[in-house]
C-alpha cells in the first residue's frame, strides 16, 4: 500500500473517533450526580435563584442537553473550545497555557524511560540468567509495582530537601521569572533567550520528577525489550549472522534490535501517550502547572468546557501518537507495505 | 573511572540546583498555596484565595482589625451614619487615598462598585441583595439606601467583595452597574489579571491554578509594604508545600496537615503560627421523618450531642477546641469550649429509649471523602462511629464524591450527614442559618418553620431587627441556648489554624475575612 493511501486512511478514521469522544465525554459529564452549581458557587447563594440563573445562562446549562452538546460541536467546528468556568479564560487558552509544562516533563520522562530501558532490556537479554538479568528483572518488577507517588515522594524528601542535589517543586525557583515564551517549553525558550541560568535552573527541576516518571516506564519498555530480544536473538538469521563473523555489538544492535522493535515502538508510543495524559499524581506532587492537574480540577469542579477540552486533547493525542506509531511500522516492517 | 563521572555528576547537579538562587535586591514574598480562586473581580469571586488578593489590593468602605473581626473600623469611609429607620446610611470619604494609576476615590467609584456587585450577578452578589440604590451626593458623600432593616450591613461591608473599584477604569474595559450588568458587564477578564483599587500592591499578573503576582502600587498612600512582589503559587499537595518550605523555596506554607505541623515543629528554620480557626465541623440531622427516619427525632438530635467524645476529637487533632455550638467561635458572643457540651452517655441512651429507640437503631452517615483543609474527614466520621456505636447508634460510613455529597445535602435529600461551615459574614447573625427558616436548617436539613417551636422563631426574628448590642447579645445568648438543646446539629471539632512560615518571616496573623494581609508581613534582615 502506497504511504499516502495507508496515511490518508488512518487520518480519515480519526474524524468519526473524535466525534465520539466528544459525545461520550458529554455523556459521562452529564450522568454525575452533581451539578456544577454546587461544585461553582458560593452556599450562600445557592438560594439566590437570581445569580442561579445568571450562572445557567452564562455556561449554556439552561439549554436542554442535546442542544447544549450540538452547540459545543457547531463551535468545535470552528475551532472554539468553549470557556472554563474554573478559570474563566478560553479553554483553547488554557490548554495552550498548560500543554508545553506536559510535554516538557513527559517527553524528558520518555527519553529517561527509552534510554533505561532498552538498555538494561538489552543487557538483560543478551546476558541470560546472569547477575545482569536478575538484577534487571528485579528493577523491572519494582518500578512496574512502586507506587509512582511514595517515589516522588522519598525523591522530593531526600534529593531535595535532605541533599538539596535536585530542585524541588515548579519549573523554575518560584522567585525566577518564566523564560521569555515562545515555545511555552521552559528549557528550549531558555535556549532561544540565551538564558543558560534559566536553562539550568529549568533542568534541575525537571530531572527528579522525569525520572520518577521514566523509572515507572523504563520497566515496562525494559520487560518488552527483554522478552522481544530474547525472541529474535533465537532466530536463525542470527546464527546465521554470528556464524559469518560479525562482531557482537554489531549482530545484537543492527540484526536483533531492529527486528525487535516493532513490540518496543509500540509500548513507548503508548507510555508517551499515558506520560502525557496520565500525569497527575507527579503534576500535583512536583506542583508542576500540567495538562493532567488541569484535567482533576477540572474534573471536580464539574467544569463542562475544560472536561470536554481536555477529553478531545487526551484523544488526540493518542490518536496520534498511535499514528506516528502506525507510520513507524511502516518504515520498521516491510510486510505491512505489501498488505 | 566510574566514580569520578558520578562525582562529576553529582557535583554539576548541586551546581544547577543552586543556580537562579543567587541573592537579588528584590525583596520577594512566596506563599504556598492551594489554590481557590474563581475570580479576581471583585463583584465576581468570593473564595479565599481572592479575599487575600483583594485585601491588597483594594480597600474597602469599612474594615476590621488586622488581628480579627472583632468591631468594625473607618477605612475608605473616614464616618457613617444611620437613618431612623435603619434603611439608609451615609458615609463620608477619605479624600487621601489614590488608585493605582493615581486617581482620586470618588463618590461615584463607590456608588458604581457597590451597584456592579449587585447587579453583576456573580458569586458574591448575594451580600449585596438588600441595596436599594447608591446615590454619589454632591458634597462628596455616599448614601446607600436598603430595601430593608439590616443590622449587619456596615459589618458586611468590609467583606473584600465590596472592594472600591476605580469607575473610570473598570467602565472602560466593559463594565457596568447598570441592572443589566448580569447579561452586559464584560469586565471579569480585566479585573481578573489587573486591579483597579487603592491597596498597597497591584495585581500583575494571574495564571490560573498556576501563579498570582502582586507588585507594589505607585500610587499607595499609606505606609509601603515590605515586600517588592508576592508571589502566590499554587501547591495543592501538603507534602510539596512542606518540602518547598524546608528547602526555602516558599516562605509560607498555608495548607499543612496537622500531622505535618507536628513534624515541623523542632525545626530551627521555621515558626508555626497558630490561632483560630474557621471551620466548624458538625454532624446534620434531618428533620423530614421520611428522609431522617430515626434521626428526624429532636430527642435523637440531643441523644446523638451526647454520645459524642469531644475530649477524645481533641486529642486526635492537636490544638483544636470545642464549639459551644455551631455559631463559629471567633464570632462576638459564641459560646466558647467552656459552655460546650459534655459527653454524656446514660443521658444520651435514656434519651434514645425516649424516643422509642432502646436497642439504638442503623443509620447511613453521608459526608464528603475529602481533606476540609489538613482534617482528613474520614478519620473524623470513623470515630463518629465508634463513639455512636457506644450510645447504641450503628453507623454505617458513606463517604462520596466531593461534588455528589454536596448535591445530596444542598437539595435537602441527606438523613445523617457531616459537612462543616465557615461564616460568610462575620457576624452572629451568621448562626440564623441554623436556626428554622434558615438556610443550612431549612433548605439543607428541613426543619421547616412549621416543625419548629414558636419559641425560637421569635428569637430569629427579634435578633434580625434588633441593633442594640447589648440586646442582640442576649439574643444570640438564647438562640445558642436553644441550639444545644433542641438544635438538629452536632458540632464535635473546631480545629485550628495553623500556618508554618521560614524563620525570619514576621507580621503573619491569620484572618477569617481576608485570609492573611500581605502587606504586614515582612523578612527580618540579617
Partial sequence: MPLQVFFLRRLLLTIPLLVGITLFSFIIANAVPSDPVSANIPQNAFDNEEIIAAFRAKWGLDKPPHEQYLTYLGNLLRGDLGVSIKTSKPVLEDIRQFLPATVELAGFAILIGMALGIGTGIVSAVWRNSIADYLTRGYVVIGVSFPIFVLALIGLNVLHVQWGIVAGPGRLDFIIRDPPAVTGLFMVDAAIAGQWDKFANAFSHIILPAFVLGSFVAGIIARITRSSMLEVLGMDYIRTARSHGLRERRVVIRHALSNAMIPIVTVIGLSTANLMTGAVLIESIFAWPGIGRYAFRAATSQDFPAIMGVSILIASIYVMVNFLVDILYYFLDPRIRVA | ??????????????????????????????????????????????????????????????????????????????????????????????????????????????????????????????????????VANEDGTVTVNLSSVRPTFVTELANTAFSITNADVVRANGGTDGMDAAETDGAADYLNQNSAGTGPYQLESWAPQDETV??????????????????????????????????????????????????LEGNMDINIWSGPGQWNHFLIMNADPEIGGPVSDPKVWLAVRLAIDYEGFLELWPGSTTPGTVMNIFLAGAFQADRALSRDLDRSRALLAEAGYPDGFDIDLKYPDWNAFGVDMNINAQKIQADLAEAGIRVNLAPGEFGVALEEYRLGNAGFGYWLWGPDINDPVDVLAFVPGGKVATERLRFTEERAPAEILELRDAVKQESDPMRRAELFEQIQLWLQESGNFAPFLYPPTQTALRSGISGYNWHPQWVMDVALISRDEM
Fill in chain 2, 1 to 134: 573511572m566510574r566514580k569520578s563521572i558520578l562525582f562529576v555528576l553529582a557535583v554539576a547537579l548541586v551546581l544547577l540546583a543552586g543556580f537562579g538562587a543567587a541573592a537579588q535586591d528584590e525583596k520577594v514574598l512566596v506563599i504556598g498555596h492551594t489554590e481557590q480562586t474563581d475570580f479576581y473581580d471583585p463583584a465576581n469571586g468570593f473564595t479565599g484565595t481572592t479575599s487575600m488578593v483583594r485585601r491588597a489590593t483594594y480597600d474597602t468602605l469599612v474594615t476590621f482589625p488586622d488581628e480579627d473581626a472583632s468591631e468594625i473600623l473607618p477605612s475608605l469611609a473616614t464616618s457613617w451614619s444611620v437613618s431612623d429607620d435603619g434603611l439608609s446610611y451615609n458615609f463620608t470619604l477619605d479624600d487621601t487615598p489614590r488608585f493605582n494609576n493615581g486617581d482620586s476615590v470618588t463618590a461615584e467609584d463607590v456608588a458604581f462598585s457597590l451597584l456592579r456587585l449587585k447587579y453583576v450577578n456573580g458569586n458574591p452578589s448575594f451580600l449585596a441583595d438588600n441595596i436599594d440604590s447608591a
Fill in chain 2, 214 to 263: 502582586l507588585v507594589r502600587n505607585p500610587h499607595y498612600v499609606g505606609d509601603a509594604p515590605y515586600f517588592d512582589r508576592i508571589l502566590i503559587v499554587n501547591i495543592p499537595e501538603a507534602a510539596t508545600q512542606k518540602a518547598a518550605l524546608e528547602s526555602g523555596q516558599i516562605d509560607i506554607a498555608t495548607d499543612l496537615t496537622p500531622d505535618q505541623i507536628v513534624e
